[in-house]
């Protein structure tokens, strides 16, 4: 089975190469946006699926939310978590 790809959505380019660098490290597959504009052309290219109606154009449903700063280990077990949810349903 291939690894999952993530679209880390991010107007800080430094926040992007962190969770970028983090994600790699576990052989996840990751592109990058610093837009939401960026991130929407993004998804229509690659086929990312953001299931549910969207209530503005600018925003999207999430399915989990973690604040900055966070620990590395913190955000792995969330996004671990969300693909466990996927899988298992």
Known sequence: ???PNI???DDEP??????RT???TKQYKVSCA??????????EKTGFDFPGER???KFLPVDE????????????EKVEQQFAKKNAG
């Open 14 to 19: 430094k926040s992007v190469e962190i969770v």
């Open 34 to 43: 610093y837009s939401a504009d960026e991130g929407f052309a993004k998804r």
């Open 22 to 24: 983090i994600l790699v």
């Open 65 to 76: 939310y973690i604040e900055k700063p966070f620990k590395p280990e913190a955000f792995l």
């Open 7 to 9: 679209l880390i959505i």
């Open 55 to 57: 209530i503005h154009p």
């Open 1 to 3: 089975m291939s690894a």
